[in-house]
C-alpha cells in the first residue's frame, strides 16, 4: 500500500495527540506502519497543533511535505484554512465548525477570517460538523473530537466496529462510552 497520509490540526487542548493515537492504534492493529509526528507550537496557551500520522506498508519519516495530505483533520475553522495547503489534489478536509479566536484577534490586531469553510469548498472536498454542539448534546464537551474523527472514519477503510474497538483501548477507562458516543454522533452525521 502506498503511504496514505493524515494531518490533525487544532487548538492546544482539543485532543490532536488523543485523536491521533487513535488513528495510530487502528492503522497499527491493521497491520500497517505507522510515524506520528507532533509539531506544537504554543499548545499550552491556545495556540495551533499539528500533528502527522503516516501509515502503510514502509513509511520513511513522520513528516509530511505541503501538497501530500489525504486528509487534514480541522477541529477549527482557521485552523483548517491555515493548513489546506499541505492537502493533495483529491485530499478531503474534515473540519469541525468551531471558531475560537486566536490572541491577534482577541487583542483587535487582526480579524477572523469569514466565510472560512464556504471559501475553502470552493477549491477543496470538505465535510463539517458543529461537533461541539454533538457534544454538547451527549453532556461533554470535551468528547468534540471524536465526534469530528467519527465524520472523518466515514471515509476511511475501516469497519466502524474496529474504530469502537480501538477508542475503548485508547481513551482513559471512565470515559470509554461517551468517546464511543461521540464518535458515533460523527460517524452516523
Known amino acids: ?3 496514505k497520509n493524515i494531518m490533525i490540526v487544532g ?19 491493521a497491520g500497517y506502519e505507522v510515524k506520528l509526528s507532533e509539531v506544537h507550537g504554543m499548545a499550552q496557551r491556545g495556540g495551533s497543533v499539528v500533528t502527522y ?8 519519516e513522520p513528516i509530511v511535505e505541503e501538497g501530500q495530505v489525504d486528509v487534514l483533520i480541522a477541529f477549527e475553522r482557521l485552523e483548517a484554512l491555515r ?11 474534515i473540519a469541525n ?3 475560537i479566536d486566536p490572541m491577534p484577534v482577541v487583542m483587535g490586531a487582526q480579524e477572523y477570517p469569514k466565510d472560512i469553510l464556504e471559501n475553502l469548498q470552493k477549491k477543496h ?28 472514519a466515514k471515509h476511511m477503510q ?12 485508547t481513551v482513559p477507562p471512565k470515559t470509554i462510552e461517551i468517546n464511543k458516543q461521540a464518535f458515533l454522533a460523527g460517524y452516523e452525521n
Do not use: C, P
Open 83 to 93: 493548513y489546506a495547503h499541505f492537502l493533495k489534489k483529491d485530499g478531503v478536509i
Open 1 to 3: 500500500m502506498v503511504t
Open 125 to 152: 472536498k470538505i465535510y463539517s460538523i458543529d461537533a461541539m454542539a454533538k457534544a454538547k448534546e451527549l453532556g461533554n464537551s470535551r468528547v468534540f473530537n471524536n465526534v469530528v474523527l467519527g465524520m472523518a
Open 11 to 29: 487548538v492546544g487542548g482539543q485532543g490532536t495527540l488523543l485523536t491521533s493515537r487513535i488513528l495510530g492504534g487502528i492503522m497499527t492493529d
Open 97 to 99: 465548525d468551531q471558531r
Open 158 to 169: 475501516f469497519s466502524k466496529e474496529e474504530w469502537l474497538k480501538i477508542i475503548e483501548k
Open 53 to 60: 500520522v503516516r501509515y502503510g506498508d514502509k513509511v520513511a
